[in-house]
Each structure stands twice: as C-alpha cells, then as structure tokens.
C-alpha cells in the first residue's frame, strides 16, 4: 500500500513524513528531536495525561501534546519555544507539587522518570502548593508489589498495561480530580483482589510508586546467621538480564559471574533453577506422553508461571484440570534441596534455607501458597515435627533487581569478576532448562525429551525454530516420526486468554500449549532490570540461546545429575514419590 | 461472595424483588452504549443507595471488570456508597455563604451529629452533604434540609432545625 507523505516544517526545517503520524514520531524519525515524554507508552497507554510533550504548532492557540497529535499537511511545529518549555516545566512542577521529596531514599532514585524530567527540563523550584492535605496510606496487602499512592502520577501506564496487555484490570482510576488515585475494586488492596502478581504494572511505572515486596532484609539476616545453610538457585532469565545493572552490554551471558558474586555474598551453596527446570521437564515431559498414549485431557497447559496460574484459578476455573499438575521449577527446587539433597548431605532441613533470585515477582507470591510446604510434609513423620515447625519449601524470593542492589551494597565488582562455576549437584543443567527463560523455550525444551522418549530415536535437529521468537501467540505442528503433535504459544495473558477461552469451549486443536505471564517469557518478567531499550527483550532472547547452544549437554534427560535423582531417589518420572514431591494442586478462586 | 448472595436472597424477600427488579432493568438495558451508568443510576433508585455487593453483582452481570466499575462510581458525585439517612442535610459552602460564617454551621452539625459530610448518622436518621451554592445568596447562610431551603442560619438555630426532623 502506498503511504502518503505530508509536508510539515519542524522547527524551520521541510520534512516530507507519513501521513499518520503523531509530532511525537515524526521529530524523532524525521528530525532527531526526542520530545520529552512521561506518561506516553507506545500502543498501551496514550492518555495525554501529563501534558509534558507539549509543542508549538502555527495557528493554533494552546499547545498540543505531540504524543496524541497526528501531523496534518503544511504543519509548522516549533518544538522549543519559551513557551513550551514553560508549559513542560509547569506541568512537571505541578506533579511535584503533591509528590514526596524524599527521593534519598526512594527505590527509584537511580532511575525515576519523573525525576530526571524534572532535572532536564530545568525544574529548580516548585512553585505550587500541595492540594492533597494528607498522605494517603500504602498498599501492603500483596505479598508481590507494594504500592505507594503518593508517589504516583496518575499517568495510567500501570491501569493500561494491566489491562490491555494482561486482561486482568485489577486497578483503575478511582476518584476524581485531586482526589483520584489508581485503585483496585473498593480499594481493597492489591493482595485481596484478581491482580496476578505479574509486576508488569511495576516495570513500566515512571516513578516509585510500584516497588516489589523487598526480602533483601530478611536474606542479609540468613546470612549472617552461622546456624543456617543458606542456598541460592537462580532462574534462567536472570543470567541474561542481571549485567545490565552493573552497565554491562544489554544481552551480556553474565552467568559466571553472577554465580561468583552470589558466592561472594556469603551463600553456602550457589545452584541453579536450570537444574530444577530439567527436572520439571522430565515431569510434565512425562505427563505429556501418558495423556497422549492413555487418552488424558488435552491439551496439556503448562504450569511454571505462577501469574497465570493464579490467572487461570480466577477467571478459568474451568480448564484447571487441563493444566499440568507440575510444580514450578523454583518449587521444585526448594522441594529437592530440603528433601534430596538435605538426604544426601546429611542436613537437618530446617537449617537450609532455600533462596531464590527471579526474574518474577509473582514468585514471591507463589512460595506463600499453603501447598508448597511438601519438604516439610516429607520430614514430618520421619523427624517428628510438630505443626508448628512447619517451613516453606522456598524460603525467600529476590528478583534480579533486588539481586543486584545486595552485591551492589556488598561493594562487589561485578563486571570484573573471574567467572565461576555453579556448585553440584543442583547445579547442573542441560540448555533445555536454559532455555526456559525465553517464550517458547519451556514448550522447545518438553519437545526435546518427549521425541526421543517417545520415538526412542535421537533427535535429528535440537533446535525447534518454530516455536522460537517474541511473538505473542504462535503456533507449529511438530512432526514426532509421523504423528504430528499440534502445539501453541502464548506470552502476556491477554494472549493467553484467547487460546484459554478455546480450551474452555473445548475448541482448541491443540495438544500442548505453553503460557508466560509476562510478555517475551521469563526474560521479560517483572522483576527484571527496567530498561529504555525497546529491543531489550530481544537481547536477551539472544543471550538465552546462544547460552543454550553452548551447552554440552541440550536435553533434559541427558544430564547426569537429573539421571542421577532418579536413580537415587524419586525412582521414575510420575513416580509415585515423584507425584508426591513435585507436583502440586490449584484451587477455584473465582469467588474471592 | 456470589453464594453467600444466593442465601440470603433467599432467606430475605425484600433483597431478592431488589435483585430481580435489577435484573429486569439489566436485561432490557445489557449490551448498549453506557449501559453501565444508567445501571447504576437504576440500582442507586431501587437500594437507596450502592452497596458494595450491587457493585460486584452488576460488575459479573455486564461482564464489565470490578475495578472500571468502582472507578465510575467512585467519579460521579450522584452516587453514593453509604445508605442515606430519612433526611437529607445540605450545608451551603459557596463564597457568600462561607464568608457570611457557614463553616460554622457545618461544624456545628458535625459536631452535633458526629458525622462528617457525606456520612449518614447510625440512627439512618440524617446524611449531611456539603454544596457549593444552591443560588440563595441573599439569604447567605443557606441549609436545605430535603427539599425546604433555610436562610440566615447560625449555629443554634441549625440545632433547633434539626430536631424538626425526626
Ligand atoms: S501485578 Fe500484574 S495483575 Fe497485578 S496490578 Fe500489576 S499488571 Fe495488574
Ligand atoms: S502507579 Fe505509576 S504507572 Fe501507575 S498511574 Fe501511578 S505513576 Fe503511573
Ligand atoms: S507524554 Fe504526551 S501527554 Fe504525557
């Protein structure tokens, strides 16, 4: 289709640009001026709410905002002039005006949108006083995310991602004028309401109004206790992402030296999630072949994301039974560490404390649920424990970011560590976990296992490049020695929701299908490094396979140490010991 | 919360024709243009007032999520979350009532109720407002209790009105 261009003046120069675009895009494309921008989120949340992208345009008497404003032919737009910059630096203050001024000890202090606007644009004073005449009170309910009203600008990326990307609308604006704020259903707190823990809400939040449920505290207390054997496991998605808060490349393999500064920090044992994620392959791979050759339900609908798991217990109650009954690979962890290993090591279970670093801060959430208690269930008869000892699997949950402010604080010098080793055995792993970071990777990694399981031949090509690439849904028919095997993807939950709602009507043709909370997968999760790189997630997709691809080993059966725990311990995959340990049950919580 | 409405529907009649005269209006209304609002508006007639169950019932019904629908409500000034008194109680704050001492006649009444406005007494016997100018200036400070208009008005008198309204 051929595109009309329109002629428009940007500050005295001709540009020829498309017709259709905002002043916001044609300055950037066209005349390599960056509008300053605040609560403009490119296709989720364009709300003229802030009024910061302001310009002057001929003939018009007030100043458009450059974010929702299309050129039109002949346009003559003045992108700084004394009025505009006046106009920005107003409606800047007045965002100030209301808001604390305590950044020392804001989370975001490093990086506040709000705030580094306000320095660009000059803000020295604000001249406004405040029109709210108390503070309003915290959000504390979830175990996830914390929301501070104060701090929020009202912009409505949070109320639009929630919305829009996720399909959960846990919040909304409430209120109005002065007195509104983001607000879930009569302000009942984000813990009492649908809101699934995603933190995508979090991750594009431009000021500190939405932090994670910070554990830092409670780990450096661990640590510090000579009593506790305190082990780490780290999630795929977190070697990819953790460089970029210590300015390494976007996309930098930091592995190795994730796992010498997590030594440095004082953990007795470093190991890796990616062993418990071959694990849960070897589980739901398992779990996949029986449905298929017993005649179960399919499809069968992976289980890892915690976020949609509690999105499937609230709005689909219905297709539970669809979904694997695997635990999550950070469960399953802690579940082996406490039971297995602590066997094997001769460990009292109640002194090894298991932490998590996630890329996720639905994670904190999940290792709260009553079920995931099953180490403890294990020990109880053997040990006779009372009641009362009883210990999560999962002690504590840090995401990436929380991560890196610990070995920040610790003075580690993160980009020049020599890099280190994992410890054994829970820390060995094939790329098949690797890959479970990226979307698609947890569907190409079950595929890897259950070919050869199933046609008990090897795999002519490891790399299933179908069910590859950051799409939001995708779908690809897999050739398994003649019988195909029809499989789908989807990441964010409003994609999930389409393929879910064919599931509910008993119209999906599909036999598997894998679902991420958050878009792009683990690797764009909400407990991720926040990043001005649109092509972030890309980056880091690189990372996870090129980390795959240098891996001895690629599947999940073939790593030792999962051949060994069978052997050992669980017997064989869908064991009954195996039910027992590593998989789990959900619940109907479309009342709550 | 959906089941627990099931029971006491049934075992409360006045509550189940409040429901089902709800219903009445939701079926003819459901699927068009701002559906929503006009709901609302109809609830608020039939229950007096928006309970936070009405709110999750039309939330389930219209397929609209909880949380736009507490946002609308939580906007617009004409709906009210908290039942309303027999009586209704406005204090006048425009300019020519406050700067004629209607501040404190409305402190007054807080004071004499223990009630601040937009609350209803525990008695459910009055709910006290507060507006900007009803256009009786002239007779600066201005309470309307229902429907009557009060000028004039001081501290004691306001007390004495009061009592009129049982
Ligand atoms: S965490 Fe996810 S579900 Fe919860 S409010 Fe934020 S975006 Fe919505
Ligand atoms: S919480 Fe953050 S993202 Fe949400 S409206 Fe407030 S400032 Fe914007
Ligand atoms: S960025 Fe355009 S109005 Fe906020």
Redesign the pocket.
């Known amino acids: 289709m051929e595109m009309r261009t329109l002629h428009v003046k940007i500050n005295g120069r001709d540009y020829q640009v498309p017709d259709g675009s905002t002043i916001l895009e044609a300055a950037s494309a066209y005349a390599n001026i960056e509008i300053p921008t605040l609560c403009y989120l490119e296709g989720i949340s364009e709300e003229g709410a802030c009024g910061v992208c302001v310009v002057d345009v001929k003939g018009t008497r007030n100043l458009p905002r450059a974010c929702l404003t299309k050129v039109s032919e002949g346009m003559e737009i003045w992108t700084n002039t004394a009025r505009v910059r006046e106009a920005r630096k107003i409606n800047v203050e007045l965002l100030l005006a209301n808001h604390p001024t305590d950044c020392f000890t804001c989370e975001r202090t490093e990086n506040c949108d709000l705030r580094d606007l306000a320095s660009e644009l000059g803000v020295r004073e604000v001249e406004f006083p405040r029109t709210r005449t108390e503070w309003l009170p915290i959000d504390n309910t ?1 175990l ?2 914390v929301r501070d009203p104060n701090k929020c600008i009202l912009c409505r990326r ?1 109320v639009n ?2 919305a829009k ?2 399909s ?4 909304d604006i409430a209120g109005r004028g002065s007195n509104s704020t983001v607000s879930t259903f009569l302000n009942e707190g ?1 813990g009492n309401v ?9 991750l594009v939040c431009p000021t500190g109004a ?1 932090t994670e449920r910070s554990e830092i505290p409670d780990v450096w207390k661990v640590l510090g206790d000579p009593d506790k054997i305190v082990v780490v496991e780290t999630a795929p998605a977190v070697r990819v992402a953790i460089g970029e808060e210590f300015g390494m490349p976007d996309g930098t393999q930091a592995t190795g030296k994730m796992a010498a500064a997590l030594r440095s920090l004082g953990f007795n044992k470093v190991f890796d999630t990616d062993f418990s994620a071959d694990l849960t392959i070897m589980e739901e791979g398992f779990e996949l072949i029986g449905r298929i050759k017993n005649g179960g339900t399919l499809p069968l609908i992976t289980s890892c994301s915690p ?1 949609w798991i509690k999105f499937a217990e609230t709005f689909f109650p219905g297709v539970l039974d669809y979904v694997s009954s695997c635990k999550s690979p950070q469960q399953m962890f802690g579940t082996v560490t406490k039971t297995y290993w602590a066997e094997k090591m001769g460990f009292d279970p109640r002194k090894i404390v298991v932490v998590s670093v996630m890329p996720c ?2 994670k904190k959430f999940e290792k709260e649920r009553p079920e995931m208690k099953t180490a403890f269930h294990y020990w109880q008869e053997k040990m006779s424990l009372k009641d009362e000892e009883a210990f999560n699997d999962v002690d504590f949950v840090l995401t990436t970011r929380e991560a890196a402010r610990m070995i920040r604080e610790a003075g580690i010098d993160f980009a020049n560590l020599p890099d280190e080793d994992f410890d054994k055995p829970l820390g060995e792993s094939s790329g098949a976990g690797v890959i479970f970071g990226a979307t698609g990777g947890v569907m190409e990694a079950a595929l890897r296992t259950a070919y050869e399981v199933l046609t008990r031949k090897s795999l002519p090509r490891l790399d299933f490049e179908d069910v590859r690439g950051l799409e939001g849904m995708k779908s690809a028919t897999i050739d398994i020695d003649g019988t195909p095997l029809r499989v789908a993807i989807a990441n964010g ?1 409003g994609n999930a929701r389409i393929l879910i709602e064919e599931v509910q009507k008993g119209e999906s043709p599909y036999q598997f299908i894998e679902i991420m909370t958050c878009p792009g997968g683990c690797l764009g999760g ?1 407990g991720q490094p926040l990043s001005n790189n649109p092509d972030i997630k890309k980056r880091r997709a690189e990372a996870i396979y090129r980390e795959d691809a240098g891996k001895p080993i690629r599947k999940s059966h073939e790593n030792p140490e999962i051949q060994e725990i069978y052997k050992d311990f669980l017997g064989e995959p869908n064991s009954e010991k195996a039910h027992h340990l590593l998989h789990t049950t959900y619940h109907d919580r479309s009342g709550e | 919360m959906q089941i627990n409405l099931e029971e006491r529907l049934k075992e409360n009649p006045v509550l189940r024709k409040q429901f089902d005269e709800l219903d009445a209006y939701i079926d003819e209304k459901a699927g068009q243009q701002g559906s929503l609002i006009n709901v609302m508006h109809r609830a608020q007639e039939i229950f007096g007032y928006l309970p936070d169950e009405v709110l999750a019932y039309v939330s389930t019904r219209l397929q609209v999520p909880r949380s736009t629908v507490y946002g609308v409500v939580t906007f617009y000034h004409f709906f009210s979350r908290t039942p309303k008194g027999r009586h209704t109680i406005s204090v006048c704050l425009g300019t020519a009532c406050y700067v004629r001492g209607s501040n404190s006649v409305y402190d007054k009444v807080t004071k004499s109720l223990g009630i601040k406005a937009g609350e209803t007494s525990p008695d459910g016997r009055y709910t006290l407002d507060l507006v900007r100018c009803v256009g009786a200036c002239g007779l600066a400070p201005v309470v309307v209790i229902d429907k009557d208009t009060y000028g004039r008005m001081t501290p004691d008198k306001v007390v004495t009105l009061l009592n009129k309204y049982v």
């Open positions: 979830s996830s995310l949070c991602v929630c990307v996720q959960v609308y846990a919040i984000l649908e809101c699934v823990n995603c933190g995508q809400c979090l939405l976020g801060t639905a939950l909400g």
